[in-house]
C-alpha cells in the first residue's frame, strides 16, 4: 500500500510539471507567431485642401404681423352694418362697416342750401358794385358808395368759397360712414355689434393684422456678433446683408417655399437675454405664415475662408480630447490631437492641428494603430463624407 500510495504522488508531480511547462511558456511565443502574420491593413484617405466652406447657421425664430392695423370710424353715429364674417381676411379697400348715413345726408343739403345762398349773394353783390362803378364814373356817386359796393361783393365771394368748403366737409363726412379697409390682412374675432352707438376716433371696430410680407423675428448672442465681424474682417470682400438668404423650416410642415432677406438688427444687446434681436423679411401671399408662429431659421450665405474639413467619421475621441490619424513618412499612422469648428454640410472644421497637404484617414480607422504602418489608398472626396468608419465616433460636442 505504501509503494502504492509513492507511485500515484509521483506522477502527480509530473503531471503538474508538465502543466506548468505548457502554460508557462506556450502564450509567450503565441503574440510573435500573430505579430509575424499579421498583414498592412489598407485605409482610405483624403488630403486636406483649405477652401472656402459654405456655413449655414440656424436660429430660432418667431412669425410677427408686418404691421396691426387699428380700424376706428372718423365720424360718430349707429352701426349699421358689418359687411364681413369676424377673423376673416380682407383686402384693401373691402367695405367692412356702414354707419348710419341720414344725419350726414341732411348736413350735405343743409350746406348746399347755404352754399346757393352765397352763390346768389354774390350775384347780387356783383350787379350792385358793377352799377355803383357805372354812376362813379358820371359822377352821380362817390367813391365811398364805390369802397362799399367793392366790399359787399368780396364778402360775398369768400361766402361762396365758405359754402363750397362746407359742401366738401359734409360730403366727405357722408363718405366716412361707410367704412373700407386700410390694408389686407386677418381682422380681429371681435367688433362692436351691429346697433352699437360708434364714437368718432374712439370706438375700436377692428384690428388688420397684415401678414404679407411677415417679418421673423430671431435673436443671436454677442459673442457670434463678434464672430461674424472677426470674419468679415479676413475678407477681401466682406459679406453684406443683400449677400445673406432666409429660409425657414417649420417644425412638422417641411421648409416654407419662399426666401427672404434680412431686414434689420438691433443695435444692442438686450440686458436680460445677452442676444442681440434681429428681423427678416417674407412675401407671405397664402397666408402660410401666421403671427406668432415658431419656426426655424437658416441663413445662407455665410461662408468659412480657407477652412480645411474632415468627415466626422474621421474624427476619434481620445483622452486629450477629438483626434484625427495621419498618414506620415513610410506611411506610419500617428494620431494627431486637433481643435474643431464649427459642424457644416461636409463634416467638421478643423481649427488647429492640421494644416494643407495632409494625409487624413478617413476609412478603417478600427484598424489603424498609432506607430504602425498602414497601405493607404487615396478616396473621392464626396465618398469619404458618406463612408462611414466602424471605429470612428464624433465628438461628444462641438468644442
Do not use: H
Amino acid at each position: 500500500m505504501v509503494k502504492r500510495f509513492l507511485l500515484v504522488v509521483l506522477v502527480g508531480v509530473a503531471l503538474a510539471a508538465a502543466g506548468y511547462f505548457f502554460i508557462g511558456r506556450t502564450p509567450r511565443q503565441a503574440p510573435q507567431t500573430a505579430s509575424a502574420t499579421l498583414p498592412v491593413p489598407q485605409v482610405g484617405i483624403m488630403v486636406t485642401r483649405p477652401a472656402e466652406v459654405p456655413y449655414p447657421v440656424e436660429y430660432a425664430g418667431r412669425v410677427s404681423g408686418f404691421r396691426d392695423i387699428e380700424v376706428r370710424s372718423r365720424v360718430g353715429g349707429l352701426l349699421l352694418k358689418r359687411e364681413f364674417d369676424e377673423g376673416s381676411r380682407v383686402t384693401q379697400d373691402q367695405v367692412l362697416f356702414r354707419i348710419d348715413p341720414a344725419p350726414y345726408e341732411l348736413a350735405q343739403s343743409r350746406a348746399e342750401a347755404q352754399l346757393q345762398q352765397a352763390q346768389a349773394a354774390v350775384r347780387q353783390a356783383e350787379d350792385n358794385f358793377n352799377r355803383i362803378e357805372q354812376l362813379v364814373r358820371r359822377g352821380v356817386s362817390t367813391e365811398a358808395q364805390l369802397e362799399d359796393a367793392r366790399s359787399q361783393r368780396d364778402q360775398a365771394r369768400a361766402g361762396v368759397q365758405l359754402g363750397e368748403t362746407e359742401v366738401q366737409n359734409a360730403k366727405l363726412n357722408l363718405s366716412y360712414t361707410t367704412i373700407t379697409a386700410p390694408g389686407t390682412g386677418a381682422t380681429a374675432l371681435e367688433s362692436p355689434p351691429v346697433g352699437a352707438l360708434i364714437q368718432a376716433q374712439q370706438t375700436l371696430l377692428t384690428t388688420i393684422s397684415q401678414i404679407d410680407p411677415a417679418y421673423v423675428i430671431f435673436s443671436f448672442t454677442d459673442e457670434e456678433g463678434r464672430a461674424f465681424r472677426a470674419l468679415n474682417e479676413r475678407r477681401e470682400k466682406p459679406i453684406s446683408e443683400r449677400d445673406l438668404t432666409v429660409e425657414l423650416q417649420f417644425a412638422q410642415q417641411g421648409k416654407y417655399p419662399q426666401t427672404g432677406r434680412i431686414d434689420t438688427a438691433a443695435q444692442r444687446v438686450d440686458l436680460q437675454t445677452g442676444t442681440i434681436q434681429a428681423r427678416a423679411v417674407f412675401p407671405n401671399p397664402d397666408g402660410l405664415l401666421l403671427p406668432g408662429q415658431f419656426v426655424r431659421v437658416r441663413l445662407i450665405g455665410i461662408t468659412l475662408p480657407d477652412a480645411i474639413v474632415v468627415p466626422q467619421q474621421a474624427v476619434s475621441q481620445g483622452p486629450q480630447g477629438p483626434l484625427v490619424y495621419v498618414v506620415g513618412e513610410n506611411d506610419i499612422a500617428q494620431a494627431r490631437p486637433i481643435r474643431l469648428g464649427p459642424e457644416v454640410d461636409t463634416g467638421w472644421v478643423v481649427q488647429d492641428g492640421l494644416k494643407g497637404g495632409e494625409r487624413v484617414i478617413v476609412d478603417g480607422v478600427i484598424r489603424v494603430r498609432p506607430g504602425q504602418p498602414v497601405r493607404p489608398v487615396e478616396m473621392d472626396p464626396k465618398a469619404a463624407q458618406t463612408t462611414a468608419s466602424p471605429g470612428g465616433s464624433a465628438p461628444g460636442g462641438r468644442p
